[in-house]
């Protein structure tokens, strides 16, 4: 929460409000909703929000920041890919690769993130809208080089980046290995037609400066804006 992307929250709240065309009183699934800076805002303007993600210290941020704003959010410890939604939303939310895009070692690249989507699908009203954002694959393929390759940092084929993280506990440091997976619009646009969506915006969406302008070469992030036209 500390780091400098996630200052222009307040106005990306603004901005989700304004896409998903939901007054407030309307049903709002955060799917990957980490220590839920978007969930809370949004519950802060009247939106009834549920969120899901898969960690555990996460959430329980997600609920410290629930708790101080005094407002009411569902939290739920799930894994985007095995959701079975109990309702229907009337918009959808996945921003900032808490979910799509981010990989588990063994996760197919493919199928991992269209069985979120489908899942978003089946949680989500008919017509009502997904805002997603995930990374940039022009900004990859412009970054790595063939030692990059060689040394399994990128993937080509798969569109996948490597990486080693370390991270401090209250004990001591320790390190995590991850992957994560960057797409290029036309390959969204099928994905998202595939599991039950027609693709309305693609924009240049990294964290901290949204924007409704032609996607950048070399920025960090893809936002696509969706609206759900069947079942699958």
């Not at 069985?115 to 699908?121: E, R």
Request: with cysteine; net charge neutral; glycine share 10%.
């Amino acid at each position: 929460m500390d780091d400098v992307y996630t200052k222009n929250t307040a106005e990306e709240v603004d901005f989700i409000i304004d896409q998903l065309g939901l007054k407030p009183g309307a049903v709002i699934l955060d799917v990957g909703c980490g220590t839920g800076r978007h969930a809370v805002g949004l519950a802060k303007k009247g939106y009834n929000v549920t969120g899901i993600d898969l960690s555990s210290g996460m959430l329980a941020e997600a609920r410290r920041a629930v708790e101080e704003a005094e407002v009411k959010v569902e939290l739920l410890h799930v894994d985007a890919v095995k959701y079975k939604p109990r309702r229907r939303f009337d918009g959808a939310i996945c921003l900032c690769e808490g979910a799509f895009g981010l990989l588990g070692s063994t996760d197919d690249p493919r199928e991992h993130d269209f069985k979120i989507l489908c899942n978003v699908n089946a949680a989500l009203r008919r017509g009502s809208r997904l805002i997603l954002t995930t990374l940039n694959g022009y900004k990859m393929a412009r970054e790595y080089d063939r030692k990059d390759v060689e040394q399994g940092r990128f993937d080509p084929v798969t569109m996948v980046e490597t990486s080693k993280i370390e991270y401090n506990t209250r004990k001591d440091k320790k390190s995590v290995v991850v992957k994560q997976r960057g797409y290029v619009p036309s390959e969204l646009t099928i994905l998202f037609s595939q599991a039950g969506f027609r693709v309305e915006h693609i924009w240049g969406g990294t964290a901290g400066k949204w924007h409704r302008q032609t996607l950048d070469l070399d920025e960090m992030e893809i936002m696509v804006v969706a609206k759900r036209i069947h079942e699958i």
